[in-house]
């Protein structure tokens, strides 16, 4: 009963979703608010007629009924229930429910927003309807996960056991909210061109609406691509946490566009200028998630991250993105050349600084575009298979953003229209001597000495710096009296502390990845009960080895303590696990970690084999691999606080979706 | 009951799911065993998803890092060792691209479109050096009701040449 009542409930949102595209673009052709209002009413229903089958289908899991087939074949009763829930979006069927749950939401919010102009509204929700109109079509009539089973298994086939993590659970959700969060940015854009507005300042307000979704769905995006590389590497059980494998560079994508179209965006807002590019860039946020979606459904790709793969949903994603983005862009072609984008700048501005942030984050996402899709390419092509792996991204990705980042303090310390480059360097020679200063001391104290580490430690520590000398100008700090200072810092708008922070974050995050990409060190050894291995500065002792049991699991759970093998420190104990999951017939590994400081001590425990002759009375050993990842926390506490940068942006009250403004308002008047 | 049954499958599942593959035996030699830990972050377990045989648990990968510590141990060089790789598997095998007739395109494109798009930023920066026209005070009026009116904060330092975001 529940799985149909899903299965209506998405039809019933398609169908909501069609009347809400039809009576927003009857709206707008005639003027009629009353029918742009019915439109929007629409999305808002859609929205929850969707949001009404996601909860059918998270019941249908959570009860496991495996008469539903999408929940037998991705469930099982012996689940942890968030795992049980999460699995609800474990699948194509069930992912592509929230893919539309997240779009039609958003949908719903650009609806209920109280700040557009009637014409730019109404053409952006038809917009947005009409994407979800693709989706929930895609979904109902090829992929519903409500199909039913007859006669119902008796069990269900289970998720993944790689997929069974808390981290895991939550990280589709995030992803899918950014991904998806950039349709709207897509949506004001499409809706700016069939607008057509010819002059310079309906661009300056455009460039402020579309700012505070840009800036959401990035948010969103830096946790969830985070989340994802955090779980890689504390479950893949080899320490990686970047592999520019192409399903993470299909997420990477939207990421890089997003950024250049929130910093592009600001110029539009602050100078009416760029206009044409900011659309564009909207345009290819939303693009590239779409082309994600495809490569990572349609089996082009093989990769740990791929659904199960259909060639047949490959083409109709195919032709939605043909389709929406084609269109889209084939607009932009046409009415480009129309929008005057006026603003006229000097490259040594502000203005300048932004746009030249955006020729290397383009730069970069163009390189990591062809990086992906050369391979499939070049086969489809000539049949020859070649690999494009880290070396490559490392020759041409990294240089393109380590001048990007070099450059960037600078940027914020210019002024708008005429900057003074001497002057910025000159705020800036603190900060750089600092920079210089940390980068000798950790070329001295690093072993071994590498030229690059240590300048890779001092772009990180450039860029912390920068942009904690930006907000120390900003506030005359030791320039002025405290009392001034921090009168100073509560009247900084939450805008400009989000800027600091989200460029701090990324310092902090080239720091992590630095250290740890160069001074990582790995072991491996077989040990017996009571022997001891060691990592770089670390001892690792092997003190017992029992069978436990979980939920849905059987482990082998090895005990260990983890030590400074020189000198005086606190022993820690950490349990690492190889576990057998009964249902699906896998093994994964759970790494032990201990975090010492900045640094984990990531333990890996390996399969049993006959000890060494004569050492070991048990005769038995365990293959252990111990690496030392020095400064790892750094690399995801980056991307967070600069996400937290992104959150306090938008909390800026110059930047708001505009829902409930008309309450504000209403308040304030009262 | 149900207990015992699931030990004695784990049990199966953990010694005997997967062949043991033979247990890496690193090379006596340190900075042999080096070399040959960085030559595995290039190579792809040729049976795996997008991973290294540095990273990899397969049985095939531990196959191929053996192969290639026998290689340096017999005193190869690095290029030989990949040359021998791609004979064997294919181009296919390395993280590193060749550089070819076909591929000069994938390494040539990034800084290429870099150039592009530093050229396209110079050119129209040249064309339009004029500083643009202020607003109007039609146009800020307009642009006022755009915004709603809404009231913004003053900035603490509006005479600052950085007046926000």
Partial sequence: MIAELGAFALALALALAALQTGLSVAGRLRNSPVLAGAGQGAAIASALAVALAFGALILAFATSDFSVANVAANSHTDKPMLYKVAAAWGSHEGSLVLWCLVMTAFGAVLARASNLPFGLKTSAVATQGALSLLFLAFAVFTSSPFQRLDPAPFQGMSLNPLLQDPALAVHPPLLYAGYVGFSVCFSLAVAALIEGRETRLSWTAWGRWVRPWALASWAFLTVGITLGSFWAYYELGWGGWWFWDPVENASFLPWLAGAALLHSAVVTERRGALAGWTVFLALLAFSFSMLGAFLVRSGVLTSVHAFAVDPQRGLMLLAILGMTAGAAFALFAWRAPMLKSGGLFAPISREGALVLNNLFLTAAAGTVLLGTLYPLILEAATGQTISVGPPWFALTFNPLMIIALIILPAGPLLAWKRGDLTGALQRLAVAAGLALLFALAGWALFEPKKALAAGGLMVGAWLILGALAETAERVRLFRAPLAETLRRARGLPLGAWGMTLAHAGLGVFVLGAVVETSFKVEAVAPLSIGQEMRAGPWAVRLDGVAVVEGPNYIAEQGRLTVRPAQGSGRAKAVTAERRFFPAGGQTTTEVGLDFRGLDDVYVVMGERRAGEPGTVATGQAWTVRTYWNPWARLIFLGPMVMALGGVLSLLDRRLRLGVGAARRRKAVAA | ?165
Wanted: aromatic residues 4%; contains cysteine; negative net charge.
């Fill in chain 2, 1 to 165: 009951m149900r207990r015992a049954l699931l030990i004695a499958l784990a049990s199966l599942g953990l010694m005997a799911a997967e062949p043991a593959p033979t247990p890496d035996q690193p090379l006596a030699d340190a900075a042999q065993e080096a070399r040959a830990r960085a030559l595995f972050r290039d190579v792809r377990c040729v049976v795996c998803q997008h991973e290294a045989i540095a990273d990899s648990p397969a049985g095939v990968a531990a196959d191929m890092r053996r192969l290639v510590r026998e290689e340096v141990a017999a005193g190869r060089t690095d290029a030989q060792i990949r040359d021998d790789l791609v004979a064997r598997y294919g181009d296919y095998v390395l993280f590193t691209p060749p550089f070819r007739a076909g591929t000069w395109l994938l390494w040539l494109g990034p800084a290429a479109l870099a150039l592009l798009a530093l050229g396209l930023i110079l050119s129209r920066s040249r064309r339009r050096a004029e500083e643009a026209a202020p607003l109007s005070p039609e146009e800020e009026r307009r642009l006022a009701d755009y915004l709603q009116a809404e009231t913004v904060r003053p900035t603490p330092d509006a005479t600052s040449p950085h007046d926000g975001r």
